[in-house]
């Protein structure tokens, strides 16, 4: 279909890798929730993915999750809540995930990274427009 694809991968990026490379796949897409390492995110972004990252990063305890996307190049990056399947962000804890809280997102890895709540914003949604080969009007 020459369509980017959304992967939702559990302890099997090593797995998908090989079949993504052997099947010689260029459209790209998004590895939902990534939790990896840091030499698979490397080689997702090669072939053409971006990295999702949710309420996950706002946890001070998903210390590898944070690190990874503080270390990652923003470009490689977007948004996301998977509300309400995953744990919501730590303020809060006790409530359903939504993507309501997508800003909190926002500013924990603005934190992380050390960089505008602005500029990750603009970039990310540029990533997710490109990735998904979505048109902006104007």
């Known amino acids: 279909m020459h369509l ?3 992967l939702h991968v559990r302890k099997a990026h090593d797995q998908v890798l ?3 490379r052997q099947s ?11 939790n990896g390492s840091r030499q698979q995110a490397d080689i997702y972004v090669r072939l053409g993915f971006v990295l999702g990252y949710g309420t996950m990063v706002t ?7 944070r690190k990874l996307a503080a270390e990652l190049p923003l470009e490689a990056i977007v948004l996301e809540t ?3 399947d995953m744990v919501g962000p730590v303020a809060q804890k006790n409530l359903p995930n939504s993507p309501e809280y997508l800003p909190n997102v926002l500013e924990a890895l603005s934190l992380i990274r050390r960089e505008s709540m602005e500029e990750i914003a603009r970039q990310t949604s540029a990533n997710a427009k490109k990735i998904l080969n979505l048109q902006t009007a104007g």
Request: no cysteine; aromatic share 14%; glycine share 8%.
């Open 4 to 6: 980017p694809i959304l």
């Open 18 to 20: 090989a079949v993504l």
């Open 24 to 34: 010689h796949f260029s459209y790209g897409g998004i590895v939902h929730a990534f």
């Open 59 to 65: 946890w001070e305890r998903a210390k590898k999750i």
């Open 82 to 84: 998977d509300a309400p």
